[in-house]
């Protein structure tokens, strides 16, 4: 069993052993019988082929592995044959659907294909659409063809990688690299025989490389390599000095005098690597500084045409000028008009005094209607009031009032309730006409009421 094999069926679910006598069958003809079979096999076989790519598992084409695309052909077939099930007859099928669907997409047409492939009208024929009549004949081969097929997912998922450290805002010297440093420091599963990498700006068109770009990318490599070297030979220093410890605390003489001709050499060493590359980034970065003036120079001078044709259409200082009289004589024109049509309104201006004095009036007239109407249900409210008789006055005569000279009137109970109705009326119109604007409050000690006396039964005769 290879190791192919064994990472397939170890799959769990889609690759359980009930399952594997449909996966490894020409299912090709279920896709108009069993559709949801079809594509139940169809999925398995892509995520599992994908999954196996990206561990390496594939087997290799004569130019080395490449986890960005698939190679299929003979190789992959006899790396999935099984004894019980022998080889997956529909493998081919697998493809041409991973095709149709953009997951993954022939190398020579991803490469060559000059739109993008996220344009709607990008599109790859799918095989199974030239051998559609081949499939309902049934003559279809089970033989899968040579080819490589770049996967989607993975260039994506890279893409995204690789953008997180060369973002937009890259100085020019930072989109350059030799493959070998591109390899190490951002896609190390890339397997490409290229010498320089060059990532290009939002707004850059030209995808060539230039002698000067070359030049950087190899300035930046042979930094990295005295990077590598400073540090293996401040390991070695720092060895060296514990082995020197080391021997003399062993008394042995020689070989800690040894050890310290060795760290002294190893130190000068240092030092004239730490010098040279002191000086490769000061240059670096004078390079980056030119590079940042040169398109700072460019921007300006494209800024300096633009402004060119901007002054050219204005025209002459003195037209300007006459264009700014011109309009100030426009909106003078417009002020006085608008003070003729303010002039003309003023004749028609309403009197706020007599507004005031009619409004006024209404609302007297409402507040009297309201108070007349407040003392018609007062009065009625009184009317409904009845008024016991007295059972100790006789002949139903009851005395009300004395007057000042001591005599007393005598009313009979209808006579009374009329006269208290009338004269609570009176008294609550009054008070509502003649009620003061700043009332105030007096205490009249000196004024008295009317002297009440109780009922007295009066004798007959």
Known sequence: MTTLLEFVLNQGA???????????????????????????????????????????????????????????????????????????????????????HQHLIPVNEFLHNTASIYDQGWFVRPKWLRLWPSLWLGTTSTKLPDGRYVILETVEKAATQILSHVGQGTPQIDRVYTMSMFRKNLARTLNYKIEIVKFLAPNEINSSISAEERTVASLKSLIGDLNQQVELLMSQATTLVAESKMAIKKQNRLIALRMLRSKKMTEDNLKQRLETLETLEGILAKIGQASDQVAIVHAIKNSTGVLRKLNAQMGEIDKVEGVMEELQDEMKTVDQAGEILKDAGRDTEIDDDAIDEELESLAQQIRIEEERKGARETQEKLATIN???????????????????????????????????????DAFVRMSLDEPKDPVVKNDTTQQRPTQVESVPIAEG
Do not use: C, H, M
């Open 14 to 100: 889609q690759f359980r052993r009930a399952r594997l006598p449909s996966l490894y069958s020409d299912f090709s003809l279920q896709r108009s019988t069993n559709p949801d079979g079809y594509a139940a096999n169809i999925a398995a076989w892509e995520d599992v082929l994908i999954k196996a790519n990206g561990a390496g598992l594939i087997p290799a084409g004569p130019d080395g592995r490449n986890f960005l695309s698939l190679r299929t052909g003979e190789e992959l077939l006899q790396s999935l044959e099984t004894r019980e099930f022998g080889r997956p007859l529909a493998l081919g099928t697998v493809i041409d659907e991973a095709v149709s």
């Open 387 to 425: 008024v016991p008789s007295n059972s100790t006055v006789s002949n139903g005569l009851n005395a009300t009032n004395v007057s000042g000279s001591g005599q007393a009137s005598f009313t009979g109970p209808e006579e009374r309730a009329d006269s208290l109705v009338t004269e609570s009326t």
